[in-house]
Nanobody, 124 residues
Framework: VQLQASGGGLVQPGGSLRLSCAAS????????VGWFRQAPGKEREFVAA???????YYADSKKGRFTISRDNAKNTVYLQMNSLKPEDTAVYYC???????????????????WGQGTQVTVSS
């Protein structure tokens, strides 16, 4: 599967962005899709994931502000980000894997397919 992330940009604190992760190549609905982010000088960190069952999972600090959703007809997973803060500034990546297990969901090593990343900058 090939992933294309988009939707990043410059937004003021308190603003919103919706990131998209479009997939091509295979039956996307069978894949677990996760969003990760990486700020300069920091490790890549888990943001949210959409499980095969339809369940959604979030890093604790993102609950209530971020929402992951999926449109299987469009082979696309979205990350709606609200109430953005300067510390949300990072490159955001989507990732997917068909064989991932729950214990590795929050680890970047659990995913074999990655999009190219989209820059999100939160600044006034």
């Amino acid at each position: 599967v090939q992933l294309q992330a988009s939707g990043g940009g410059l937004v003021q604190p308190g603003g919103s962005l919706r990131l998209s992760c479009a997939a091509s190549g295979r039956t996307f609905s069978r894949y677990v899709v996760g969003w990760f982010r990486q700020a300069p000088g920091k490790e890549r960190e888990f943001v949210a994931a959409f499980w095969r069952s339809g369940a959604t999972y979030y890093a604790d600090s993102k609950k209530g502000r971020f929402t992951i959703s999926r449109d299987n007809a469009k082979n696309t997973v979205y990350l709606q980000m609200n109430s953005l803060k300067p510390e949300d500034t990072a490159v955001y990546y989507c990732a997917a894997d068909q064989s991932i297990i729950m214990s590795t969901m929050t680890s970047s090593q659990g995913y074999n397919y990655w999009g190219q990343g989209t820059q999100v900058t939160v600044s006034s």
